[in-house]
C-alpha cells in the first residue's frame, strides 16, 4: 500500500526552464510534507519542506505547492539548471515523525 | 559540524549469514532512522531510534533489527540474509523532537550485495 506516490519516473527539462516535480498521497493526516534531492553515490539532502496548514513555501528556486482536498504536492524548479540533475525524493511525516518516502522521480535539465 | 558516517560501505555477504551495519549520527542529533533504497521502491522505513529507544518500526520482518547506544551511535542487524536484502542501507539523524518537520541528514549509505 503506497502511500506516497510519484507516478513519473523520470523528468527532462531545458536549462532555464522550470521543472515540475509532482507527487500524491493518500492520508490526509499528514502532519508536513518535504523533499528530497539525491545525487549518485550520496544520501538524500533535505531541500525544502511545508506544513499541512500551509498551501505554498518558497526557498530561493524552489517552491513547493500543497493542495489539501486533491491531496497532492509539486516542487517547482525555477530556473532549471543542469546541476539540478538529480532524483527527487517527496516525502509525508505522520504525526509520529515517521517519514514515508516516494519512488523517486529522475530529472535530467539539459543544457 | 561532521556529516552522518555509516560504515562500511560496500559489503558482500552470502545468503544465510548475518551483517551489521554502523551509523554515527550528527552531533547532538538523538534521532537515527534506518531506510533500505532498492530500485523502484523508494526509500523504504526500517526503525527510528531515539535516545536508545526505538520509537517507530516499519514493515520489514523481524531478521532486521537495530540497536542505540548511549552516545546516539545506531547499529542495524540483518540475520539469515536473503538475495532480496540487496540493497543500499541509509541511516539519517535528526534532532526531532516530536515538532515542526522532521529534517533528516543522510549518510551515503552502505551498499549490501547478497549473492
Known amino acids: 500500500d503506497q502511500q506516497v506516490k510519484q507516478n513519473s519516473p523520470s523528468l527532462s527539462v531545458q536549462e532555464g526552464r522550470i521543472s515540475i516535480l509532482n507527487c500524491d498521497y493518500t492520508n490526509s493526516m499528514f502532519d508536513y510534507f518535504l523533499w528530497y534531492k539525491k545525487y549518485p553515490a550520496e544520501g538524500p539532502t533535505f531541500l525544502i519542506s511545508?506544513?499541512?496548514?500551509?498551501d505554498k513555501n518558497e526557498d530561493g528556486r524552489f517552491t513547493v505547492f500543497l493542495n489539501k482536498s486533491a491531496k497532492h504536492l509539486s516542487l517547482h524548479i525555477v530556473p532549471s539548471q543542469p546541476g539540478d540533475s538529480a532524483v527527487y525524493f517527496c516525502?509525508?511525516?505522520?504525526?509520529?515523525?515517521?517519514?514515508?518516502f516516494g519512488q523517486g522521480t529522475e530529472l535530467s535539465v539539459k543544457p | 559540524k561532521a556529516g552522518v558516517t555509516q560504515t562500511p560501505r560496500y559489503l558482500i555477504k552470502t545468503r544465510g549469514q548475518q551483517v551489521t551495519l554502523s551509523c554515527s549520527p550528527i552531533s547532538g542529533h538523538r534521532s537515527v532512522s534506518w531506510y533500505q533504497q532498492t530500485p523502484g521502491q523508494g526509500l523504504q522505513f526500517l526503525f527510528e531510534?531515539?535516545?536508545?529507544?526505538?520509537?517507530n518500526k516499519g514493515n520489514f520482518p523481524g531478521r532486521f533489527s537495530g540497536r542505540q547506544f548511549s552516545n546516539s551511535r545506531s547499529e542495524m542487524n540483518v540475520s539469515t540474509l536473503e538475495l532480496g536484502d540487496s540493497a543500499l542501507y541509509l541511516c539519517a539523524s535528526s534532532s526531532y523532537t516530536l515538532a515542526g518537520a522532521n529534517e533528516q541528514y543522510f549518510g551515503p549509505g552502505t551498499r549490501l550485495t547478497v549473492t
Open positions: 531510534y531515539f535516545s536508545e529507544t526505538q520509537r
Open positions: 516525502a509525508a511525516e505522520d504525526q509520529g515523525g515517521k517519514l514515508i
Open positions: 511545508i506544513s499541512s496548514i500551509k
